[in-house]
């Protein structure tokens, strides 16, 4: 069974940094990407960054330049630096992992707030 595990979410004040990592565990064949998604309250759960196998990344606009995804997709953990932190950025994040055949796994998720 596949598991993946967040940390590093909590309290940050605007313009601080935050570190989230996810690791999986599990055996998992044709693994595609490893990502991370944020859902804040009322809001559908969007695309943070993404990085591929072959490590091509994807950043949605709101966080490009900001925010730096890493991994090694072998050893399936991934990381995302965050910078420069806004309110706005407030959200519970989401690791998920994705394969060739489509299939997805996703982690319990970490709070992220960001206030003063």
């Known amino acids: 069974q596949v598991q993946l595990v967040e940390s590093g979410g909590g309290l940050v004040q605007p313009g601080g940094s935050l570190r989230l990592s996810c690791a999986a565990s599990g055996s998992t064949v044709g693994i595609r990407a490893m990502g991370w998604y944020r859902q804040a309250p009322g809001k559908q759960r969007e695309l943070v960054a993404e990085i591929t196998t072959q490590g091509s990344t994807n950043y949605a606009g709101s966080v490009k330049g900001r925010s730096a995804i890493s991994g090694d997709i072998g050893k399936k953990t991934v990381y995302l630096q965050m910078n420069s932190l806004k309110p706005e950025d407030t959200a519970v994040y989401y690791c998920?992992?994705?394969?060739?055949?489509?299939?997805?796994?996703w982690g319990q998720g970490t709070q992220v707030t960001v206030s003063s």
């Open positions: 998920k992992m994705g394969t060739i055949w489509s299939h997805e796994y």
